[in-house]
């Protein structure tokens, strides 16, 4: 049981070094495709890879399954759009640290502890830190970047609203889908999707197979091992694997005051998960 705990663990942490590195390969792709285009990419490809292999028979669903698959899949599209559009124009680990503020802001409200407000004030300073409020960075990054942490906090709650409802495996590729066709408008308008290649696609390919199709294989195997509690803390890690990955693979350097930023905000993340009650 512990070494099956261990392997949770470790499966977790790759989890989120794939997100996070298929982050990267995405930004390369930016210049060519946009935002837009890496996005629908990203969740285009997945969905269809997801929905060949688990094949859900969509007819069968009900009138209340299917307002839940659009409004999770609608928060997954618009909450990967944002965040590219952020990541375009703030380093990784900046923008994956201030979108945190979505999963810990559904955190605190679930608990609503006097300790909470400690975790708020912290993430706070943490922002406070990050954002050039002398001009020196470019606002709309950070503007995208929060409203993709406003989206993620959608997205969690979508996804507790259609757990039990149907099966994990067929959520996430019908959600997959729906979210391809709420980025696909963006897509065409921006025009750059149509400069796409067979390279460009095997980039594509990359992405959704490290940013989606291969974490969300992991965090199904780790869900069902470990702890809420424990999922949550190591959750909390990911503005840490963005900086690592933006540093090794984009060589976005983050100065010791960003950096000590991004740690405000993985304490205050991991302290609320660890102050919420554990659920049975």
Same mark, same amino acid.
């Given at each position: 049981? $512990? ?9 977790? #942490? ?14 390369? %792709?930016?210049? +060519? ?7 629908? %990419? &990203?969740?285009?490809?997945?969905? /269809? ?18 307002? =839940?698959?659009?409004?999770? @899949? ?10 590219? =559009?952020?990541?375009? &124009? ?18 605190? $409200? ?18 406070? *830190? ?18 993709? @942490?406003?989206?993620?906090?959608? $997205? ?24 391809? /066709? ?13 400069? +796409?290649?067979?390279?460009?696609? #095997? ?10 199709? /291969?974490?969300?294989? /992991? ?11 424990? $999922? ?11 900086? %690592?990955?933006? *540093? ?25 998960? *660890?102050?919420?009650?554990? &659920?049975?």
């Amino acid at each position: 049981m $512990y070494s099956g705990k261990k392997l949770a663990i470790g499966s977790a #942490l790759c989890s989120m070094m794939s997100v996070q590195g298929g982050a990267s390969i995405a930004k390369y %792709l930016f210049h +060519l495709l946009g935002p837009a285009g890496a996005v629908l %990419l &990203r969740v285009g490809i997945a969905g /269809l890879m997801l929905f060949a292999v688990i094949r859900p028979n969509i007819f069968k669903y009900t009138r209340e399954q299917w307002k =839940c698959i659009l409004f999770y @899949g609608a928060s997954i599209g618009l909450m990967n759009f944002t965040f590219y =559009c952020g990541i375009q &124009r703030v380093p990784l680990g900046i923008g994956v640290a201030i979108e945190f503020i979505g999963p810990l802001g559904v955190a605190v $409200y679930a608990s609503r502890k006097p300790l909470d407000f400690l975790w708020v004030l912290l993430a706070a300073a943490g922002i406070a *830190l990050i954002v050039p409020w002398q001009g020196g960075g470019d606002m709309w990054g950070y503007v995208f970047v929060t409203i993709a @942490g406003v989206m993620w906090a959608a $997205y969690i709650l979508s996804a507790g609203k259609l757990a039990g409802k149907m099966k994990n495996t067929e959520a996430v590729a019908c959600g997959m889908c729906v979210a391809s /066709l709420i980025v696909l408008p963006f897509a065409i308008a921006d025009g750059d999707i149509f400069k +796409l290649n067979g390279k460009l696609l #095997l980039l594509g390919l990359g992405v959704a197979v490290f940013s989606s199709a /291969l974490p969300f294989t /992991l965090d199904l195997f780790t869900i069902k091992k470990l702890e809420a509690r424990t $999922y949550s803390v190591l959750q909390s890690l990911h503005p840490v694997f963005a900086a %690592l990955s933006g *540093l090794i693979f984009l060589k976005e350097y983050l100065s010791a005051v960003q950096w000590l930023a991004v740690i405000f905000i993985v304490t205050a993340s991991a302290g609320s998960a *660890l102050s919420t009650p554990a &659920r049975e």
